[in-house]
């Protein structure tokens, strides 16, 4: 109710008059519809280029995640195979080594065997050699003595030289144990 000095009481004191509700919401419709056509698409607008960037951004992390799963796959697989290559290098190395350590033990056999032939070839060389030397000496020193008894010379060298390889045969055919025929 309004009293007579136009002030209103009671329950109308809470309520406008009409021309203020009309004119707030003339102003309100104003504000709303400026905030609706130029501000709720703007900020639209970038909310939505913000979860584009993030959604992106998600999806470039899982493609680089699944990369490196990727990646992390193909050098322990290519890890495993440079072990085992390895191995295998290792493996045929040894082969190599023994077949090389082999062959040298071969060569050294066969060096062994050659070195000692030659050395048989040259004991024989010089027992030949030394046996002729010790005829002709035996031989020379059976003839002085021969004279030294006889008391003459022998002049006749053939018949010395039979002499001295007849002696020399028959020592040969002795046995050497106690020096007595």
């Known amino acids: 109710m309004i ?10 004191l809470f309520i406008p008059p009409l021309y203020e509700v009309i004119l707030s919401a003339l102003c309100l419709a104003a504000i709303g519809f400026v905030i ?7 900020y639209l607008r970038t909310l939505d280029e913000r979860a584009e960037k993030i959604e992106g951004g998600i999806r470039r992390a899982e ?5 490196i799963a990727e990646e992390r796959s193909r050098s322990a697989t290519e890890l495993e195979a440079a072990r085992a290559e390895a191995g295998k290098a290792r ?10 350590v082999a062959d040298a033990r071969r060569q050294a056999a066969a ?20 046996e002729i030397a ?3 000496d035996v031989g020379t020193l059976a003839t002085q003595l021969a004279e030294r ?13 039979r002499v001295v390889d007849r002696f020399l045969d ?6 050497t144990g106690g020096g007595k025929p």
């Open 3 to 12: 009293t007579a000095s136009g002030e209103p009481e009671g329950i109308f």
């Open 36 to 42: 609706a056509k130029y501000v709720v698409p703007t």
């Open 63 to 67: 493609e680089a995640e699944a990369q």
């Open 91 to 100: 493996d045929e190395a040894r082969e190599d080594a023994k077949a090389i």
């Open 111 to 130: 060096e062994a065997e050659r070195i000692l032939d030659a050395a048989h070839a040259q004991i024989a060389a010089d027992t030949k050699a030394a």
């Open 134 to 136: 010790l005829r002709a």
């Open 149 to 161: 008894i006889v008391g003459e010379a022998l002049k006749d060298e053939a018949l010395a030289s």
């Open 170 to 175: 028959e020592l040969a055919a002795a046995p």
